[in-house]
């Protein structure tokens, strides 16, 4: 869900979303807390090493703006495995480690949902609009929903309008030419959130799916600190969010009414919420945490998946050869039907169960891609890590890289290298909950199923359909390898030049 949603773009501090008071004061602060900076920076209190300086704001201004360098330096400043800092009057502890991994994942007292509201929150709340409704916050309601609705069954059902849709929108690209994977992957795993979560009227609708696409990103935009540690200040970003909230729920309201009217029911989604007898505002409050849970992570692997296959010659032929092997034992090889067509024959059993050099690639993928701060909060008692206290009410950041990036257990880690999962290094093994990319204990992914099938079907789609390579802006192959960004929270866009995708269309 969230996990990666853990960084933030250049553009998430906006200046015009700070009110001059504000501003005023932090600069008159700011050189105060410079000034005792060094002084305070290793106070104790219950414990733990408290980096608050003197204005808490100041400190922790960067958790929100460059979240992944803030807890990375903090963690080496003070060469502690548990720190805390204050956003306002609230206390975030960030842990690191295995001991703090394992109470973190596994502790009952600890809140997912909690964690993720008040320093996360670009997911829109319909209680944001006065349209509350007992169930909708609740992640065990939004997971018995979503596993009901994309079990298997449905899953194959849906599958063959997925690839029609993707067929779509990839022939409008045309034969051949450069696009930014950043957009364009992204706009192909929105019409496939579209699709499972909707309706056919809505997924057929491309003016209507940009729009809607475009509110998406007005509400992650507008997620900046002032937005969500002030969410009452009548600023920029809270204006947007309230009114981007609204028209998405005016929208997604109308089509749940149209196939509420509808005489002859589909098994479109929102029908089947509907045959659930669930009431229109909480099928809208489901589409909402579909969308928002499901298109940033799979967005960004897609591309980084694609990219990394085309800076590793050896691992894009074994999916290459898996690819061939899929299409020639599970679709007729006779048949003249163009290439998503054959595709969408293949049951969702055999792109689960027999794809293992596409399972790995994603795990490699999401082993360096996702390095994003899971945030969880204590609500039923205090919480013991080592030898320490955290207070009731505290928050807790837990930042992936602590394993997906650590060289004592990944060697190497910048590096794309699938073969660190194989037998005889196994690297993901070497400690408690050392991969998380799906998350683990209490709180595992419970979108990991389509969100895997969502990125094996855009490979397979590229490798079979496509003669593509990374290139930069002049069209070359990079001269270095693409690296990404951690801070960036909305899209985990390479760090420094951008990088596109150069293709050529192969079949039909
Ligand atoms: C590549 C795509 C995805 C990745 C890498 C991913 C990763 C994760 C991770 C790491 C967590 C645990 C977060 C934590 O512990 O704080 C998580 C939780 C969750 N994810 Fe995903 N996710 C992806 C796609 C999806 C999709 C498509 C959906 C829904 C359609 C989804 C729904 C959820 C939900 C509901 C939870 C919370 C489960 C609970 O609290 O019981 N995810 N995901």
Sequence with gaps: MAANSTTTTSSFVSLQDVPVT?????????????????????????????????????????????????LKSNFQKTGEAIFKFKVLH???????????????FDNKSLSFSEGYKILMGAAPRLSDISMDHENIENVSWFNKQLTHLLNRRRLDEVLPTLLEDLDRQMSSWGTESTIDPFRNVYDLVFLMTVRMATCDEL????????????????????????ALLLPWLPVRANKNKEAATKELFGIFYSYIEKRREAKVPRSDAIDV????????????????????????NTGINSCWALIFLCTNKEWRAKVQAEVNALIANHTNTTSSEPLHKRLATIPVSVWEDEMPCMDTVIRETLRIVL????????????LGIKDKTV??????????????????????????DPDRFGPGREEDKKGHYAFLGWGAGRHPCTGMKVAKLEIKVILALFIAGYDFDVVDSSGNFPTEFPKVNYNDIHQARPI??????KYKRVVE
């Design 203 to 226: 997924a057929r609708d491309p003016a209507a799916i940009k729009h809607i696409q475009s509110l998406y990103w007005t509400l992650e935009k507008s997620a900046t600190p002032t």
């Design 496 to 501: 420094g030049k951008p990088v596109f995708l």
């Design 22 to 70: 504000f501003i005023a004061a932090a600069g008159a602060v700011g050189l105060l807390s410079v000034f005792f900076y060094s002084t305070l920076f290793s106070s104790r209190k219950g414990g733990i090493v408290d980096v608050g300086g003197v204005s808490s704001i100041l400190t922790a201004w960067p958790f929100f703006t460059k979240r992944y360098d803030f």
């Design 391 to 416: 207070g009731k009410g505290a928050f807790l950041a837990y930042q992936l890289s602590d394993v997906h990036l650590n060289p004592d257990i990944y060697r190497d880690p910048l590096v794309f």
């Design 90 to 104: 609230h206390t975030v502890v960030a842990i690191r480690g295995e001991e703090g991994r394992k109470a973190f």
């Design 371 to 382: 390095n994003g701060t899971t945030l969880r909060r204590t609500v039923l008692e205090d």
């Design 273 to 296: 919420l509907l045959a659930d007898g669930l009431d229109n505002t909480a099928i809208v409050g489901f589409i909402l945490g579909v969308v928002f849970a499901g298109v940033i």
